[in-house]
């Protein structure tokens, strides 16, 4: 089983930045990649960042490319997600998700609610 607690949620100005965490606590098998998707009110849950445990390699969504960088400290069993240049449109629920063997994302944190004033 995978645990998956995130932090680092809040409230923020636009064009503001904040930095959301995900603690991973794994017993049985080793990650393949963690994520984070966000979900707003009315709308699906969205694929926001992507990265691989291994190699490191990284995959955004359109709306957040050169403004949100995903990051991993594979000792923590951590994963980052530094969030800048915030918009209103951004203001979502962000969920951390890890995937397993199957290599789907397959496990879920709690979620973190980040809001954006405009």
């Known amino acids: 089983q995978v645990q998956l607690v995130e932090s680092g949620g809040g409230l923020v100005q636009a064009g503001g930045s904040l930095r959301l965490s995900c603690a991973a606590s794994?017993?049985?098998?080793?990650?393949?990649?963690m994520g984070w998707f966000r979900q707003a009110p009315g709308k699906e849950r969205a694929f926001v960042a992507g990265?691989?445990?291994?190699?490191?390699?990284?995959y955004y969504g359109d709306s957040v490319k050169g403004r949100f960088t995903i990051s991993r400290d594979n000792a923590k069993n951590t994963v980052y997600l530094q969030m800048n240049n915030l918009k209103p449109e951004d203001a979502a629920v962000y969920y951390c998700s890890a995937q397993g063997p199957l290599r789907t994302y397959d496990y879920w944190g709690q979620g973190t609610q980040v809001t954006v004033s405009s």
């Open positions: 794994v017993r049985t098998f080793s990650i393949y990649a």
């Open positions: 990265i691989t445990w291994i190699d490191g390699k990284t």
